[in-house]
Structures are given as structure tokens and as C-alpha cells.
Nanobody
Framework: QVQLVESGGGLAQPGGSLRLSCAATGNIRTIYEMGWYRQAPGKQRDLVATITSDGDTNYADSVKGRFTISRDNAKNTVYLQMNSLKPEDTAVYYC???????????????WGQGTQVTISS
């Protein structure tokens, strides 16, 4: 059983910062890609940023230069440092573990339960 446990969401002011963390637990051999998606009320879930096990990153245009994704492969943990936050960053942020290899189960995609990020003065 693979679980993704997110932390670090909350309330911040415009221009402020937050740091999200997501730890994948369970009998995991490898995770190829980890990342973050977000979903605002009434909207679809959109990519924020992803990072592969080799360190290759991908960002949504709306967060480039403000957000930084990083990863600790040994801990199966991904981080999202969010700076210069804007009200439009308000959303539920979901952690993703893609192409996760679990012995005896195979390769799969796993999602966290989501953490609320609210940017408001």
C-alpha cells in the first residue's frame, strides 16, 4: 500500500511564501516522477510542477520563477517552495507519484489527499 502524505499548506498573504512537502510511504522500489497539481473551485486539476528521479523539472508557465520543486529520492519526498504568492494560487494542491514501482504489485500512479493553500490579505 502506497500513501502520499502532504503537509505545509495553509494561509499566506500575497507576496508571501509557503513550502509544501509530500512523503510517499509503503513498499516502494522506485518512483520515476513526483510532482504537484492544483485544483481551484470550479476548475479542473492542473499541473504545477513535476520532477523526475534524474532531477529534470517541468513547471506551469504561471508559476515559473516563483515556485521551485525539489526532491529527496532516498526519502521518496518531494517539496514545493512557493514564493511571491498571488491570490490566484489559491487551490487545493495534490501530490503525485507517477510510475511508482511496488514489488508484487507493479507500476502505478498515486495521489495525495490534497492540502489547501489560500492566499489572501
Amino acid at each position: 500500500q502506497v500513501q502520499l502524505v502532504e503537509s505545509g499548506g495553509g494561509l499566506a498573504q500575497p507576496g508571501g511564501s509557503l513550502r509544501l512537502s509530500c512523503a510517499a510511504t509503503g513498499n516502494i522500489r522506485t518512483i520515476y516522477e513526483m510532482g504537484w497539481y492544483r485544483q481551484a473551485p470550479g476548475k479542473q486539476r492542473d499541473l504545477v510542477a513535476t520532477i523526475t528521479s534524474d532531477g529534470d523539472t517541468n513547471y506551469a508557465d504561471s508559476v515559473k520563477g516563483r515556485f521551485t520543486i525539489s526532491r529527496d529520492n532516498a526519502k521518496n519526498t518531494v517539496y514545493l517552495q512557493m514564493n511571491s504568492l498571488k491570490p490566484e494560487d489559491t487551490a487545493v494542491y495534490y501530490c503525485l507519484a507517477d510510475r511508482t514501482v511496488v514489488p508484487g504489485i507493479g507500476v502505478g500512479v498515486y495521489w495525495g489527499q490534497g492540502t489547501q493553500v489560500t492566499i489572501s490579505s
